[in-house]
């Protein structure tokens, strides 16, 4: 694949494990100077990559939760092994030195960027239209999985939450769009609390539908607990829109509470409805705290941000 003036080579494995290590030794026998693993369950192979090539340098990513709790000891020595491991937050750096036993010397906080053609996907055409699904009215805002190991992300607690914000804002509706194996909880929680004809499950999607989601709703939430760094923070603060998350993880590092949204308790649906409430009855004060999320998206998330930071990394490990 060319980009530019640049050629990319990409060896696939076509879901084959096997074929995917046997791919990384034969890479190794070339002598990489660096190797990057996209994710901490690729640790242990970049380790045996460097039984053939010792001189390779490695990198290995990390994302949040997935290393908040330890991990088997292949992975977890596999980390503490590898040159340099990234964090997308502080939060997360943390837990890979308490959790994991991870050498703070060893790890770089990078924090994740927007898309680098975040804003240029649909220039030169129509913006696609929202799902003929999507309410009218005022509209509460939350993307992300529906998974029942993934309950720590607090949809249910922005469920719980309407009944006490309908009393003020009849015409108030949630819109939550993902996809999962936990839909049926939630229905059954929107049911329970007599709220289901507000609440608005929206899968399927196409990248365009949910920019269209962002654009249309009022407030974006999800006040949850686990978050490693909450990339739909950022999604929601390009689109201007002021931000609902939990005072927990790495949303503190993208939200700032009081100025670009509120930070919440997990767990907590009374103080969750009191912050959405309070940007419904300022209007104006909620248009000023998404224009500063979009202007701390410009300044310090976007992707040429991101691109000279990892470059520095990467220029620091091939120097050293």
């Not at 090539?53 to 290393?67: D, F």
């Not at 239209?129 to 529906?146: D, E």
């Amino acid at each position: 694949m060319r980009i530019m003036e640049r050629e990319f080579v990409f060896t696939g494995a076509d879901r084959g494990k096997a074929r995917f290590v046997v791919n990384a030794m034969r890479a190794a026998r070339r002598q990489a100077r660096v190797v990057l693993a996209a994710h901490p369950n690729l640790g242990p192979i970049t380790r045996a990559m460097r039984v053939i090539a010792p001189r390779m340098k490695s990198i290995v990513c990390t994302h949040g939760i997935e290393v908040w709790e330890p991990l088997s000891s292949a992975r977890r020595n596999a980390l503490r092994r590898a040159t340099i491991v990234l964090s997308p937050s502080r939060a997360t750096a943390d837990h890979l030195t308490s959790v994991q036993g991870v050498s703070p010397d060893r790890i770089r906080v990078l924090p994740w960027a927007l898309d680098p053609d975040f804003e240029t996907k649909f220039a030169g055409g129509a913006r696609p239209s929202l799902s003929a699904n999507f309410p009218s009215g005022r509209v509460i805002l939350s993307v992300g999985r529906w998974l029942a190991e993934e309950r720590y992300k607090g949809m249910d607690t922005l469920i719980l939450a309407m009944p006490r914000l309908l009393l003020r804002w009849p015409d108030l509706q949630l819109v939550i769009v993902g996809s999962g194996d936990d839909l049926a909880w939630l229905e059954h929680i929107a049911r329970d609390s007599g709220v289901q004809r507000h609440v608005h499950f929206l899968t399927g999607l196409s990248y365009g539908e949910i920019s269209a989601c962002y654009e249309a709703a009022e407030v974006f939430a999800l006040p949850s607990r686990g978050e490693g760094f909450g990339f739909v923070y950022l999604e929601a603060m390009a689109h201007g829109k002021p931000v609902i998350g939990g005072a927990h993880g790495g949303a503190p590092e993208v939200i700032q509470d009081g100025v670009t949204g509120y930070l919440v308790q997990h767990g907590d649906p009374v103080q969750l409805a009191t912050s959405i409430d309070a940007l419904l009855s300022s209007p104006e004060a909620a248009r000023r705290m998404g224009e500063a999320g979009r202007q701390r998206v410009e300044k310090e998330f976007r992707f040429n941000v991101f691109s000279k930071a990892f470059k520095r990394i990467l220029r620091e490990l091939c120097e050293s």
